[in-house]
């Protein structure tokens, strides 16, 4: 028996790149490519279904079991902390947690207290200072254009995902500190990897074989 | 200030004649089930102490519905059933003579870990068994556990058994202490094999011991797996723990229950909790377990009795979920009939006698309390989906009628 299986995507760049690598790895995408406003988009014959989602409704949809398998960015899963199978690492979509500020706060920072905070992450943040650090901070959480907060006073340093650092420096800030390496990661419901089984381990094969086999070719990780 | 007064609180709900005549239905299924497997049904206080969830710091608090009494006493509502059937087996039965076969049908109170959409009121039937360390006590539980989702009609089930002795007696064998072994049993149970693998390497761990390592997340199967790990583990305590998983299968197997298992060594919840078989039932459209269970030997010595248990909770809840996604019908709840008079001396008399006498021929039967003609109750039944109305002119003219769907 094939199950259908239900695939929640992260609307944009990262859904592109995981429908590209599942056509790789050989599953039928096209519903998925179909340029419409529609939020699933189902492929009855290939036994697929593609939910789009906000990034950081993903993990959501597959802990609740909407959706047996999701890709979503390591981020998402910190700060969302669901119960859920996170069994591949997809490599794309790499970037780092970082701790960020004022490059004259480097190596300084233990020596503030009660810090302010801002973010977009609220729980990494929390889990990074109170849990790893064991220190009292206090976390602000905003929405966007997180850099602002250290530049206009409202906090000492931000904790944010940080790409190629460019934002950063045009604002004179640097990384302090790295909390967490981040990149897509394959998720999987944890009733569907049993029930669904028969369909959903031979994807996860395929696309681990994929990846091994464009790491083996030197490829790069597929542009958009 | 808003006011709340036409809302229910987050997590809880109104329950329906349709579903509530349901859940009662299979409420009676499993207490019919539990009684004849000799498992005797208590029910604890819906309200406990604090402290008892508390002491033995398997519940973290932030999940628990606080109150306090006029004393100023924290009480905690209801958060399962094996806890406080614990404290019952170590207080009220202090002198009981073991085993204790003990069960309940109970709603349980839970702040969700992440909120949203889960039900924070759940019903949960679940049974404890005391007193005994076996394996057979360990398989009879499981076994209960699939009889019962079988009696309430859930048949496609899976149930995945793991061995949480077996992942303590490798970190011993590699010599990683417990707050490390913690975070490893974390990404194992996450099945996050990057983050294993890090930490294999920061431990230093040799390549066949990693290797055994990565297979737990990977592999689940049945006697296949247990053969697997048995070829490379020494340790003693893990070699008991795959003994213990290989002859609760034998066991399951004469119960006739082989199709229902598998192995899963990865799932590693709450290692201060179980010392044990651990074991969790999956169906069909729901994306959380039903049947959650194993053993936890240390739970009732926080209670000051040295006492092994096993037991299980399956969530009704959740079933009745599973059921009607998987296109259970619930019937609709309906009378049977629905009874008139007219306005005649003696009819009401002649109405409430035949209503008794349908009623003890078991039959559920609506007299109308409102002075309706016929055509009236006719309408009425058809709103309301009744079968039979029934309408007394007089002593001599009664009519009967199908209600036409």
């Known amino acids: 028996m094939t199950d259908m299986i239900t695939i929640a995507l992260s609307k944009g760049r990262l859904a592109e790149q995981a429908i590209d690598l599942l056509e790789a790895a050989g599953y039928d995408c096209s519903a998925a490519r179909e340029k419409s406003r529609r939020l699933i988009l189902e492929d009855e014959k290939a036994g697929l279904r593609f939910i789009m989602a906000k990034p950081a409704d993903v993990p959501t949809y597959v802990e609740y079991g909407c959706a047996d398998i999701g890709v979503v960015g390591k981020d998402t899963l910190l700060e969302e902390g669901r119960q859920l199978y996170e069994v591949i690492d997809l490599g794309f979509g790499a970037c780092r947690m970082c701790v960020c500020g004022p490059a004259a706060l480097k190596g300084k920072l233990d020596q503030i207290p009660n810090k302010r905070v801002a973010s977009k992450y609220p729980h990494i943040t929390r889990s990074y200072f109170e849990g790893t650090k064991r220190e009292s901070v206090e976390i602000i959480k905003l929405n966007g254009s997180v850099e602002l907060a250290p530049l206009i006073g409202l906090a000492e340093v931000i904790v944010d995902i940080v790409e190629s650092g460019r934002t950063l420096r045009e604002n004179g800030l640097d990384v302090l500190e790295v909390i967490a390496d981040i990149s897509a990661r394959v998720i999987v419901n944890r009733v569907s990897m049993k029930m669904k089984a028969q369909s959903i381990m031979p994807m996860l094969d395929a696309i681990r074989a994929q990846l091994a086999k464009q790491k083996e070719q030197g490829e790069e990780v597929p542009s958009v | ?405």
Not at chain 2, 247 to 262: A, F, M, N, Q, R
Not at chain 2, 385 to 398: A, E, G, K, R, Y
């Open chain 2, 1 to 405: 200030m808003g006011n709340y007064r036409f809302h229910t609180p987050d997590g809880v709900s109104d329950m329906l004649p349709e579903e509530c005549r349901t859940k009662r239905a299979l409420e009676q299924k499993l207490r019919k089930l539990f009684a004849a497997g000799g498992y005797s049904e208590v029910e604890t206080p819906g309200i406990e102490f604090f402290d008892v969830y508390a002491s033995g710091n398997f519940v973290s608090q932030e999940n628990l519905y606080k109150l306090s009494d006029q004393d100023g006493r924290i009480l905690s509502l209801r958060y399962d059933g094996t806890i406080p059937v614990a404290r019952l087996a170590a207080t009220v039965f202090r002198d009981a003579p073991p085993p204790l076969r003990l069960s309940y049908i109970e709603n349980m109170y839970r702040f969700s870990e992440s909120g949203g959409g889960r039900q924070r009121e759940f019903c949960q039937a679940g049974v404890e068994l005391l007193g005994l360390s076996s394996t057979q006590a360990d398989a009879e539980v499981i076994a209960l556990a699939i009889s019962s989702a079988l009696k309430i009609g859930i048949t496609d089930l899976q149930i995945s058994i793991g061995q949480s002795e077996f992942f303590k007696g490798l970190m011993e064998e590699w010599d990683i202490p417990t707050e490390d072994a913690e975070e490893i049993s974390r990404h194992i149970d996450q099945k996050d094999t990057v983050a294993l693998e890090k930490a294999a390497d920061r431990y230093g761990l040799s390549a066949s011991a990693k290797e055994t390592l990565m297979l737990i997340p990977a592999l689940f199967g049945t006697y296949d797996t247990l053969d697997a790990f048995a070829e490379r583990v020494t340790n003693q305590r893990a070699k008991a723990a795959l003994q213990n998983v290989r002859e609760i299968l034998d066991i399951l197997d004469d119960y006739g229950y082989t199709k229902y298992v598998s192995v899963d060594l990865g799932m590693l919840r709450s290692l201060d909790y179980y010392t044990g078989m651990i074991f969790k039932g999956f169906t069909y459209e729901v994306g959380f377990p039903i049947i959650s269970g194993g053993r936890y030997d240390k739970v009732v010595s926080v209670f000051g009795r040295d006492l092994a248990a096993v037991g299980f909770s399956l969530s009704l809840n959740l079933c009745m979920t599973a059921l009607r996604r998987q296109g259970r019908e619930f019937l609709p709840m309906a009378a049977d009939a629905v009874l008139g008079y007219s306005s005649e001396p003696g009819m009401r008399k002649l109405a409430l006698a035949m209503a008794e006498d349908l009623r003890k021929a078991g039959q559920s039967v609506l007299v109308d309390c409102e002075g309706m003609d016929e055509e009236q109750l006719s309408s009425f039944a058809e709103e309301r989906n009744i079968d039979q109305v029934i309408f007394l002119h007089d002593s001599q003219n009664c009519c009967e009628g199908e209600n036409v769907k």
